[in-house]
């Protein structure tokens, strides 16, 4: 099944990849506190770690609509999914999130033909 406008729908999913890694650079700032509470505590190292992250994932949102968006925010799917080595609850707060990415790749390659392609211009052909 492809979209009747897949412009249209290349936008809609650009806007829902931003959307989820606004969330995740969140999730990922609510990390530190919990940290601080076990084990070692919060590092330095650690600290900064998680910033970057979460830096680094709302800087991906605002590029998903350039055409390696998609790609960048797949590739911080890894270091998110490794916060779980700092706290254990982030594997399952990860996990969720790039289940959810996994998820909207699936819609995407299904209504766009390709999970990373560019979405083809709808006017080439009969309705």
Known sequence: ??????????????????????????????????????????????????????????????????????????ALQVPLLLTGLLDGVMWFVAGAFVLIWLYLLQVRRELLGSPFGRPADGSSGSS
């Open 1 to 74: 099944m492809t979209a009747p406008d897949p412009v249209r729908a290349g936008r809609a999913l650009g806007g829902a990849a931003a959307g989820v890694l606004v969330l995740e650079g969140l999730a990922t700032l609510f990390v530190p506190r919990g940290i601080a509470q076990t084990g070692e505590g919060l590092t330095g190292g650690r600290l900064t770690y998680l910033l970057v992250l979460a830096v680094l994932l709302v800087l991906a949102a605002g590029i998903q609509r350039r055409p390696r968006g998609l790609v960048v925010g797949t």
